[in-house]
């Protein structure tokens, strides 16, 4: 089992940063792919980055350039930094694991509570 707490959310005025932090507990975290999705009110989870185990690195087209996904397997913390914020950013961001790496939900067997993240114009 691997249980995923995510923090690091908030308020923030457009192009602003925040970082979002997600804590892994289980022994698993150096084997996995850890992966950030999002969710805005009245849309489906989409996906944000993943990094996986063998340091491949992928990221949604909305996000490139202005997000950055990094890991610290000695923590068991996989971070998002995320720069040049804008409105259309504001989701509930959710930090997800697997064995497997991908850019769907299903892809994904663990996953955080979720933290807020409100990008104002």
């Known amino acids: 089992q691997v249980q995923l707490v995510e923090s690091g959310g908030g308020l923030v005025q457009a192009g602003g940063s925040l970082r979002l932090s997600c804590v892994a507990s289980g022994r698993t975290f150096s084997t996995s792919t850890m992966a950030w999705f999002r969710q805005a009110p009245g849309k489906e989870r989409e996906f944000v980055a993943f990094?996986?185990?063998?340091?491949?690195?992928y990221y949604a087209d909305s996000v490139k350039d202005r997000f950055t996904i990094s890991r610290d397997n000695t923590k068991d913390t996989v971070y998002l930094q995320m720069n040049s914020l804008k409105p259309e950013d504001t989701a509930v961001y959710y930090c997800?694991?697997?064995?497997?790496?991908?850019?769907?939900?299903?892809?994904?067997?663990?996953w955080g509570q979720g933290t807020q993240v409100t990008v104002s114009s």
């Open positions: 997800a694991a697997h064995a497997r790496s991908g850019i769907l939900q299903s892809d994904y067997r663990y």
């Open positions: 990094y996986t185990r063998d340091a491949n690195i």
